[in-house]
């Protein structure tokens, strides 16, 4: 009986860090979306705030990443100095690293959380299920603290450049506006 109630305490304790895992989890995650949400509305234009909320509304991540990247190299940025140019190189290497995230992300949020092992290994599995090619592919991946903090981490790290290309994104939109008038001119103006 007190071992039956021990291994209760453990999968209890175990249960509780995977939920403090995906909490803490989806509000970082939001706020990576959010910020991206922000630059996609810069860069439509916050003038013209009723299209760049319609847009954020109806685009998946994956989307309005894609989105964002062509309004980009069709602007002003892409023309501009090397610092420019740097900028866009590692708006495109992070964006990249979103997209993945978000894939994470999916297996995160849609996942079931299992207790089956937690006797044997002290931790909960997330338990993911995917279908295609006529197969069932369940992938596990182990929740431990370490895990999950080494996830949280990286995730902190994402969100923190994504502020920073955002951050400099807002100088350069206002920079160009002031000294241009607009953004983005027509290929012929080039």
Avoid: P
């Amino acid at each position: 009986m007190i071992l039956d109630q021990e291994t209760e305490n453990s999968k209890q304790r175990a249960f509780d860090e995977v939920i403090s895992f995906v909490g803490s989890y989806v509000v970082i995650f939001q706020a990576i979306e959010n910020t991206l949400d922000h630059m996609l509305r810069l860069v439509i234009g916050l003038n013209q705030y009723h299209i760049g909320n319609s847009v954020v509304s109806f685009l998946r991540n994956r989307d309005k990443i894609e989105v964002l990247h062509v309004i980009l190299r069709q602007s002003r940025l892409e023309k501009a100095g090397e610092e420019h140019r740097t900028w866009l190189e590692r708006f495109e290497s992070v964006m990249r690293r979103v997209r993945k995230e978000g894939e994470r992300r999916n297996r995160v949020v849609h996942s079931y959380f299992s207790d089956d092992f937690t006797r044997l290994t002290g931790h909960i599995d997330s338990v993911t299920m995917r279908a295609g090619n006529g197969r069932l592919k369940i992938e596990y991946q182990k929740l431990d603290q370490e895990t999950c903090s080494a996830i949280l981490s990286d995730l902190a790290v994402l969100a923190q450049e994504m502020k920073q290309l955002h951050t400099q994104l807002i100088h350069w939109v206002e920079l160009v506006q002031r000294q241009e008038g607009v953004l983005y001119r027509d290929d012929q103006e080039s």
